[in-house]
């Protein structure tokens, strides 16, 4: 049988992609939440590429699917450590087919390349990246960094369902989270698209992550008054909607004078949501990033200080309960430097460069070393439909993964 060629691979690749795509709630788009019935066919559709790729798999107490190569046991000192590799699985509402799959569907394709290797290596494709269905994220990170708070397993989603019942139905056993944490991981790598315009403006493939940006996620509610829109006169109405509309200028002014920074409102609903009523209560959501924890967080002062202004300024009253933190992490200089050379044995300069996205790889760094390359992706555009990389730029990311994992392995 001949090896396929990286092309081939390629091709093939995007083919399962394209077929994992249709694992969705929502007909016609990309739609598929932590623990949600498309969630769980795609473990089951992922779970066969592993298993066609020789590897042993198993979902784990958090409902990540896990495939496992053991080492040749050749050396003592490596039984038991893994390398691990992956990204995730669920997606954002209405979303791109490559943020997280792409990089899970290359790590199981280059596990080939480990095939006598004296560690375990180990594909990990979480499930819980986005948020979204319930509030927090990364409970399939942190666990197996061994930074899981059990008490993630309580929160609800709009329906009332616990993340602890909806694993149960997954088929998995929340209550072994404990036993999920790995002992001294080798190291971690996690390919992912850009998500942003860099790489494509610098006519560069593929690129390597310097560290990952920290990010706060917020949940605000401004409450007035609800009342008759026909009966109620505009003075001294108590308007949610328009102390929210004030509210995501305000957002939007904090992050304006530091160029690193960004801050969005990405979540609204409003109550009661008639036409014909004063809305008393909207919620809202704010998603903050910045380069540095200390820099995140004097965004996050500013936005407070704002709202609760906006809030006064209305005659409304301001909650705010912070739903996710985390204070991103630095990409290990020697993987950095791995990277770097098993994307020059291709003949390519990669730039290296910080991502402002989130991954679980911030969750995992906590445990181990880690990595991230980044691949091209069409303007830029993640989070959409529109989301896009080439055959070539993936052929030339599977071959910097196994130029990588080869060093990694045998030193060559
Ligand atoms: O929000 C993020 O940065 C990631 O896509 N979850
Ligand atoms: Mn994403
Ligand atoms: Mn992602």
């Not at 498309?38 to 592993?50: C, D, F, G, K, Y």
């Not at 899981?148 to 929340?174: C, H, K, M, Q, Y």
């Amino acid at each position: 049988m001949t090896t396929p060629t990286l092309q081939g691979r390629a091709k093939a690749l995007l083919e399962r992609l394209d077929r994992l795509a249709a694992c969705s709630e929502t007909p016609g788009q990309i739609d598929r939440p932590y623990l949600s019935k498309s969630h769980r066919s795609a473990v089951a559709l992922v779970e066969s590429w592993m298993r066609q790729a020789g590897l042993e798999t198993r979902i784990d107490a958090l409902g990540t699917l896990v495939g496992k190569r053991r080492g040749s046991g050749t050396d003592p000192g490596m039984k038991g450590r893994s390398l691990l590799l992956g990204s995730h699985i669920d997606t954002v509402r209405n979303a791109g087919r490559y943020d997280g799959p792409l990089g899970v569907a290359i790590a199981i394709d280059c596990t080939a390349t480990l095939r006598d290797a004296p560690f375990d290596v180990e594909v990990l494709a979480f499930g819980d990246e986005e948020g979204g269905r319930f509030a927090g994220t990364l409970r399939g990170s942190r666990a197996v960094a061994g930074s899981f708070d059990p008490r993630l397993l309580d929160t609800t989603d709009a329906n009332g369902i616990s993340v602890r019942a909806a694993l149960r139905e997954l088929g998995a056993n929340p209550e072994a989270w404990r036993d999920e944490a790995r002992a001294a991981p080798l190291g971690y790598l996690e390919i992912h698209i850009e998500q942003g315009p860099v790489l494509e403006r610098m006519g560069a493939p593929l690129g390597v992550v310097t560290s990952i940006a920290a990010a706060t996620r917020l949940q605000l509610e401004l409450r007035g008054e609800a009342g008759h829109a026909g009966t109620v006169p505009m003075g001294g109405r108590r308007d949610a909607l328009v102390g929210a509309a004030d509210a995501i200028r305000a957002v939007r002014d904090s992050a304006l004078p530091h160029p690193e920074s960004v801050a969005t409102v990405g979540q609204l609903t409003v109550e009661p949501g008639a036409p014909n009523v004063i809305p008393g209560l909207v919620r809202f959501t704010v998603d903050l990033r910045a380069p540095t924890v200390s820099q995140r967080d004097a965004l996050e002062s500013e936005v407070t200080r704002r709202l609760q202004a906006v809030a006064d300024a209305n005659d409304l009253s301001l909650a705010m309960t912070r739903i996710h933190a985390s204070d991103g992490c630095a990409c290990a200089p020697a993987l950095q430097d791995r990277l770097d050379r098993a994307v020059r044995s291709l003949g390519l300069t990669p730039p290296r460069l910080p991502s402002g996205a989130g991954h679980d790889a911030m969750a995992i760094a906590a445990a181990t070393e880690v990595a991230m390359l980044f691949v091209r992706c069409k303007g830029g555009i993640s989070h959409n439909p529109a989301e896009s990389v080439t055959e070539d730029d993936v052929a030339l990311a599977i071959g910097a993964t196994d130029a990588f994992l080869r060093e990694f392995a045998h030193g060559t």
